[in-house]
């Protein structure tokens, strides 16, 4: 995890406690779940995603699309100022851009540009299912 202080405060032990290991693994060390293994991978539920380590609003299904990559998929988040890029050069030389939230600094996943999905911003925020929450709306 980032030393980068953010507006909501993780109490990390009892955010372990609260959550199965493989959300706390992914959420606080940017882990990631197995393809095609997430419960939102192909939901169609009508809904907010949210922060599972915080609440904080994400994502709304509007923005959802099945991209086939094995895990949700959404073309925008619900603010810019919800998620916060960094880059990502753990694959190195493979450059990637990580997204967090930006209430809490818990790992979401990684966005991708230019694959040539037919969504309005040409955008695959490919977001780890563990690391969400859907709310009815």
Same mark, same amino acid.
């Given at each position: 995890?980032?030393?980068?202080?953010?507006? *909501?405060?993780?109490?990390?032990?009892?955010?372990? &406690?609260?959550?199965?290991?493989?959300?706390?693994? *992914?959420?606080?060390?940017?882990?990631?779940?197995?393809? %095609?293994?997430?419960?939102?991978?192909?939901?169609?539920?009508?809904? /907010?995603?949210?922060?599972?380590?915080?609440?904080?609003?994400?994502? $709304?299904?509007?923005?959802?699309?099945?991209?086939?990559?094995g895990?949700?998929?959404?073309?925008?988040?619900?603010?810019?100022? &919800? *998620?916060?890029?960094?880059?990502?050069?753990?694959? %190195?030389?493979?450059? $990637?851009t990580? *997204?967090? #939230?930006?209430? #809490?600094?818990?790992?979401?996943?990684?966005? %991708?540009k230019?694959?040539?999905?037919?969504?309005?911003?040409?955008? $695959?925020?490919?977001?780890?299912? /563990?690391?969400?929450?859907?709310?009815d709306?």
């Amino acid at each position: 995890m980032s030393e980068k202080n953010y507006p *909501v405060s993780i109490d990390e032990a009892a955010l372990k &406690a609260k959550l199965d290991p493989l959300s706390y693994e *992914v959420l606080r060390n940017a882990a990631t779940e197995r393809p %095609f293994t997430g419960e939102y991978t192909d939901t169609d539920k009508v809904g /907010v995603y949210k922060c599972k380590a915080c609440s904080a609003e994400l994502f $709304r299904s509007e923005t959802k699309f099945h991209s086939g990559c094995g895990w949700p998929s959404f073309y925008a988040p619900t603010a810019d100022d &919800a *998620v916060e890029l960094i880059e990502d050069r753990s694959l %190195f030389p493979r450059v $990637r851009t990580e *997204v967090r #939230c930006a209430a #809490c600094g818990s790992h979401l996943g990684h966005i %991708f540009k230019g694959e040539g999905y037919d969504v309005p911003t040409d955008e $695959r925020w490919c977001i780890n299912s /563990v690391s969400l929450i859907l709310e009815d709306i």
